[in-house]
Structures are given as structure tokens and as C-alpha cells.
């Protein structure tokens, strides 16, 4: 009877696309309405940024990941039909809480980076799109395009299920950027897939869902700059006013400026999106910066380690 029993545990376990939960994700200990994202470009760069504020724990990981490596999405439909596909792209992404993947790009200079999203409420199993795990998100589409609009190709064509322990489902929206400048955020309210593709300069807040932001600004209800609505019209307007070249330093100096009102930042990140290249800046400002053309890239295998060493 022992044995049976391990038989069918060792089945259970390893049937392909069988879904595990990475990690448990406790959304109550999060800052789920202070980060800010904004991107911002001039007639030779184009650089985005953005800040996070939940504390990242020290195994926080930055990951390089050569194109060729194989990987494979379970389905939680049919089980035994994982969707699989081969990296076509070098890039590197970070990840947080034992197995999220909340930032990266890769070497065409396309972002891709999560922000808390309060409404959040992934869509109901079905059988026609292509399931992606939440936990694979971010490395779906750093893997296969170049920019946004082939992209966007896709988007409509998958869907989303968490894999995740969460006592909020899975709390995030998708942002992306590219070195066209163009933006793209995608977020689920109640179960339905919204697309927005905003010109620069573009910002977008944690917590609210990107109508709401709009209509805040739009028909104004007065409310504090203090609130995620307040910041993101405030972020607007100092872009739309900015008028000095931009690099890595400026929109993070700018980016620093927009959150005065709020409690000190836990890190900042800048994206420079011609050059391929991320740089982080911690609360005690130590700064690490990557660049993907830099980068020795171990064919066929992934390898971790320390996001500030």
C-alpha cells in the first residue's frame, strides 16, 4: 500500500504541466500604491524608470538567460499539454519572494516589469487561448519579441493563470517598453483583459487600475496629491514639462522627485532601452548597472546571483 501510495505521489508530482505554487505571497505586508513608472524620451535616448517599495529580501535574485533555453508553461486545462517554447532572445530579469519575476529586458532593449494592481482578477479557465503561469509572465514576452507591437500580437491570444499561493490571486499588471519608446500596460479586472498603449511620456502608478487613473485625471474629484491618483497627475505634468536632455541619472533624479511626498523608496531602477541596459539603485544608494551587450551568457544555461553583491 506504501509503495502505491509513492507511485502515485511521484505521478502526481511530475505529469507534465502539472502547477505548483512558487511561492506564498502574503499581499497584506505589501506597499500595493507607492511605486511609480514612467518612461520619457529625446532625440537620442530612451530611458524609463521605475520604483518599488515593499523591501526585496536578500535572496533577490538577478538571472541571465541565454536564448536556447527551452521552457514549458503547464496548462491548467489539459494537464498533459503543457505549452512549450525555446528562448529567442539573451536576457536578464530579477527575481523576488523565492520565484516572482517582477523586472526585466533583454537584448533588443524591450522591458517587461510588474506593478501591484489592486483590482486584479485573472480570467476563468477555458480551452482555446494559450495558458502562460503567472510566474512565467515576464519571461513569455522577454523571450519572444523585440518590441511592443509584435507583442501585442500575442496578447490576445494567451491567457493568464496564477500558479501562485496568494492571499490576493495574483496582484499585478504587466508594463512593457521598448527603444521605439512605445509603452504597453496590461491588467485584468474581473476576469477581462484590458491593453492600454499610451505615447510618451508615460507614467503609470501601483494600485489603481489605469481607467480609474484616467478618469481621475480627466474629471477631477480633487483629490490629494498624496494618493496614487494625486501622483499620477503630478507625474504627468512634470514630464510633459520637462524640457533638458535625458539619460539614466536625469529620470531617476526625476523619478526621485515625484516621490518626496511619500516614504523613501527602497530601490530604483532605470531602464535605457537603445543601449540594453538596467541600472539599480538601492535605499542606501549603492548602484549595480548591466548591460546586455556585456553580459557573457552561458549557452544553454540559466545562472543566478546576488541582485546588489
Known sequence: MRMLLFIILIIYLFIPGYTTAQVSLDCDKLFMDAGTDIIMKDSISVISARSW????????????????????????????????WT??????????????????????????????????????????????????????????????????????????????DSNCDWPFRLVLHDSTAATAYIEYVDGNLRVYDPDPPAVIIDGSDYASLLIEKYIPTGVSHESPAG?????????????????????????????????????????????????????????????LDEVNFTPGKEIRQKLLP
Not at 124 to 151: G, V, Y
Not at 267 to 287: C, G, I, K
Request: some cysteine; hydrophobic content about 40%; aromatic content about 12%.
Open 53 to 84: 517599495y515593499s523591501t526585496l529580501s536578500d535572496d533577490t535574485h538577478i538571472v541571465f538567460c541565454p536564448a536556447g533555453i527551452e521552457r514549458s508553461s503547464p496548462n491548467d486545462v489539459k494537464k498533459r499539454c503543457p505549452f512549450e
Open 87 to 164: 528562448v529567442k532572445y539573451d536576457n536578464i530579469y530579477v527575481e523576488v519572494f523565492d520565484g516572482i519575476v517582477i523586472e526585466g529586458m533583454n537584448e533588443h532593449g524591450l522591458s517587461a516589469s510588474l506593478m501591484f494592481h489592486e483590482k486584479s482578477r485573472l480570467p476563468k479557465k477555458e480551452k482555446t487561448l494559450i495558458p502562460i503561469a503567472a510566474s512565467l509572465w515576464i519571461r513569455f514576452f522577454l523571450d519572444h519579441f523585440k518590441c511592443i507591437d509584435t507583442a501585442m500580437l500575442a496578447v490576445w491570444d494567451i491567457r493568464l493563470f496564477s500558479d501562485l
Open 231 to 291: 501622483r499620477f497627475i503630478m507625474a504627468e505634468d512634470t514630464l510633459m514639462k520637462y524640457r533638458h536632455s535625458i539619460n539614466i541619472v536625469s529620470v531617476m533624479e526625476i523619478l526621485e522627485y515625484l516621490g518626496k511626498n511619500t516614504q523613501k523608496a527602497s530601490w530604483l531602477l532605470a531602464r535605457d532601452h537603445r543601449e540594453a541596459a538596467l541600472q539599480f539603485l538601492s535605499e542606501d544608494r549603492e548602484s549595480i548597472i548591466y548591460k
